[in-house]
């Protein structure tokens, strides 16, 4: 105020100051909102329209599994062939990325869609989407699938079990919950939860372990022969409620009529026992891969063939081939066996793309166990490099009398030498290399101090005893042991009794079997290779005998 108690007017002074100030707060006022604008243009996260306003994406993937239905003997692999479809939100407009020049002082370019063209992107349409330039992702090497279906086998008219292998990494760590569902037309589906069987031993740190889905419903399924199908759905964490988490295939299709073969093959068994099946032994080979000698596979074919009683026409040997046998020489030396039908193929090349222990040799171990419940009394495991050996006055035929109440019997592993062998003489040139190996350590083998004092019955996992099963009896097997039986136990067999002429390492030294001597005076010499082994000719003396019995077998006697 002035002194006269009147207001006094701004000086020009003091109006070009705030004046100033409006300008300035002004400018910066609109350089912000430039600067939002600007960010709402280029940024990724831009829906091209008022980001105050803009709704929240929401993306959905479906996950949708199929497999080819299949019969149980086909013996291949069919893992779920999963599509992943993607469905856009529809918004007012979109942005869709063109192209990225990843240099320092580049930015991205973008354009945004109208109204129409987003209304085209909400369809699972690969044209619309790749028109605008949509970023494709290319995976590189081979998917981890949860489940790789391998077989299935009916067990019962409510059981139905599925073979395959399960992903280490999936298992572990999204812990997924299985489902089986029967479907048959013109009726109510039918599901239970499923009960898995984890082969643990033998994993090996492979990324598929050997797995059997016991699919087993409260009711009988299929009963009328109808056909039907089986469907096995996956699901794991963190959506397991929702689509989003679930994989579902068709792993098994019953054709109309086909539950009567079933049923007449369980009612024989019932009414005449197990001497009613058709074979009396089964024999559950190995993977066959790399090269095999065709002198070896015939005379370890040979012996077992005369071992398991097969010129009466009581053994049937089942061999997984995944590539040895493109090797005609090994194939040449099989045929007579494949025409008489005592051998057969299953060919499985495709395991190369599922890594599991040993090129899948536990998942065959339990492929041959269920498919051979139905037509052999017994069933036997162990390898080529393996011979079975019973001495006077048992056989094996009494061996698995004396215990036929249980659900499995073990070898003990004798390991013996195929390096030290008797000197090839000239007035036989065709004899096979293990005629001429009669060397074998003193005991079987054992690494690692056993509770039972007897040497002859080491039963740990280093002791590589293999064994014979009633298939009826036992539900899962790794190599050296069974692993899940219906709890009638077995019998690890006392080596003296029983056991395997391991020559381990054979099949993998192609040109250099019985590339010394063996030299019994050497023995004295503890400081030699050869002081470990003893003379014995048992195998070597069984596998010439059985020469006999494949000169009948080609007809040649």
């Known amino acids: 105020m002035g002194r006269n108690g009147r207001m006094s007017m701004p000086s020009a002074h003091q109006w070009e100051f705030w004046r100033l100030v409006f300008v300035i707060f002004s400018a910066s006022f609109i350089v912000q909102i430039l600067v939002l604008l600007s960010v709402v243009r280029f940024t990724d996260f831009s829906l091209c329209n008022d980001p105050l306003n803009s709704p929240v994406a929401e993306i959905r993937y479906q996950i949708e599994g199929t497999f080819e239905p299949s019969t149980r003997d086909q ?85 139905i079990l599925v073979v395959g292998l399960s992903s280490a990494v999936y298992r572990a760590f999204d812990k997924p919950v299985h489902d089986c569902t029967w479907h048959q037309e013109g009726k109510d589906l039918v599901t239970t939860d499923a009960k898995m069987i984890y082969v643990k031993w033998d994993e090996g740190r492979m990324p598929y372990v050997p797995a059997i889905v016991n699919c087993t419903f409260p009711t009988a399924v299929g009963a009328d022969a109808s056909g039907g199908t089986l469907q096995l759905s996956i699901s794991a964490k963190p959506n397991r409620l929702s689509l989003t988490g679930t994989v579902a295939a068709n792993v098994y299709e019953e054709r109309k009529g086909e539950v009567e073969v079933f049923n007449r093959m369980v009612r024989k068994l019932e009414q005449g026992g197990a001497a009613a099946l058709p074979y009396k032994y089964a024999y559950c080979g190995p993977p066959m891969f790399g090269r095999i000698r065709p002198d070896w596979i015939l005379g370890w074919l040979t012996y077992h ?26 194939l040449t030396v099989l045929e007579p066996f494949i025409k008489a039908g005592v051998v057969e193929i299953v060919n499985v090349l495709e395991i190369k793309d599922y890594t599991a222990h040993y090129r899948g040799q536990v998942l ?38 004396q215990h036929e109440d249980k659900a499995w019997l073990t070898f003990a592993s004798l390991p013996a030498s195929w390096k030290f062998c008797t000197e090839l003489s000239r007035t036989v040139e065709t004899r096979w290399p293990v005629e001429r190996m009669v060397c074998v350590e003193e005991q ?33 097997a790794g190599i050296h042991y069974v692993t899940k039986d219906s709890g009638s136990g077995g019998v690890d067999l006392n080596g003296t009794l029983a056991r395997l002429h391991h020559y381990h390492g054979a099949l993998a030294t192609f040109n250099y079997l019985c590339n010394g001597v063996a030299n019994f005076s050497a023995r004295a010499d503890n400081t030699s290779e050869f002081s470990r ?25």
């Open 75 to 159: 013996g291949s692999l069919f893992p779920p062939s999963s599509s992943l479809h993607q469905q856009p939100p529809t918004y007012s407009k979109a942005c869709s990325h063109l192209d990225t020049n990843f240099s320092r002082d580049s930015s991205p370019y973008w354009t945004c869609a109208d109204e129409e063209v987003t209304r085209e992107l909400s369809q699972p349409d690969d044209k619309s989407t790749s028109a605008l330039g949509e970023h494709s992702l290319q995976p590189l090497s081979i998917a981890l699938h949860p489940f790789v279906k391998f077989s299935t086998y009916r067990l019962s008219m409510n059981t």
């Open 305 to 330: 063939y005369r071992l398991y009683e097969g010129m009466e026409g009581k053994v049937r040997f089942f061999f997984y081939n995944v590539g040895a046998l493109a090797d005609e020489g090994t």
């Open 364 to 401: 065959f171990v339990n492929d041959c166990l269920h498919r051979t419940r139905f037509i052999a009394q017994w069933t036997l495991f162990h390898d080529f490099d393996e011979f079975i050996y019973v001495p006077q006055p048992n056989s094996l035929q009494s061996l698995l009398k």
């Open 444 to 476: 079987p083998e054992c690494r690692y101090k056993q509770e039972k004092p007897d040497p002859w019955l080491c039963t740990g996992p280093l002791g590589r005893r293999k064994y014979v099963v009633n298939p009826r009896k036992v539900f899962a």
């Open 533 to 557: 082994y003893i003379f014995n000719d048992d195998v070597a003396t069984e596998t010439s005998k059985a020469r006999d019995v494949l000169r009948r077998l080609l007809g040649e006697a």
